[in-house]
């Protein structure tokens, strides 16, 4: 019988532990519940990552949310970066025209993907758009992205956990860590 793949064997270090992540959310959840108090919220999450951050985030929301889910990909080279087109794969369920709208991220790398989505949502004419990122990785940035909720600023290593994956894979961890390098070069 094959031997268990442990994701965790791939980790070289922990960034940023379980526990650490639950407390930031909370307090991002309070600030969302302050900033939008009377008022009621879309909470538009970028698929796959943020389903994990977007899972959570809206248990720690104690104001009325609706939820809608967009899932995009980059057009034609394998990453965003090589295009900056992004391709939507899924778009909202409903119209958000006159609406409250907040973009839930897992991470801003070269802010490509985030500044297609900006632009096309702001065609749909809500009320306002805020962004809010777990992770901010500044030193890819390729367009400059102004982020209303932050959750960590990181330096560039490759992270994966808490719905950042490697080849689809190790999204399921609880924490971000750092791979590996011999996990994506070999
Ligand atoms: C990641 C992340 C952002 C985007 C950020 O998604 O969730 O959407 O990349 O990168 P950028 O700032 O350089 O555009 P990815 O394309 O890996 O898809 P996934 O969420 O399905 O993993």
């Known amino acids: 019988m094959a031997r268990p793949v442990d994701l965790q064997d791939d980790v070289a270090t922990v960034l940023i ?11 991002l959840g309070t600030r969302v ?59 909202l369920s409903s119209s958000i025209e006159g609406k409250d709208v907040l973009i839930v991220e897992d991470i801003i790398d070269t802010g490509l993907t985030l500044n297609y989505l900006i632009r096309y949502l702001r065609g749909k004419n809500p009320a306002s758009l805020r962004i809010c990122t777990l992770l ?15 959750g960590f600023t990181i330096p560039d290593q490759f992270v994966v956990g808490y719905g950042l994956d490697y080849g689809e894979r190790y999204r399921n961890l609880p924490f971000i860590g750092v791979l590996r390098p011999e996990v994506y070069s070999g």
């Open 17 to 27: 532990p379980s526990e650490q992540i639950q407390a930031k959310v909370a307090e």
């Open 136 to 150: 901010d990785k500044p030193a890819r940035r390729l367009v400059e992205i102004a982020i209303d909720y932050l």
């Open 33 to 91: 519940s302050s900033d939008y108090a009377g008022r009621e919220v879309i909470l538009v999450s970028v698929l796959k990552g943020s389903l994990p951050f977007m899972a959570d985030l809206m248990r720690a929301i104690t104001i009325p949310v609706q939820i809608d889910l967009m899932e995009v990909s980059s057009y034609g080279g394998t990453t965003t970066e090589s295009t900056g087109l992004v391709r939507i794969l899924k778009d």
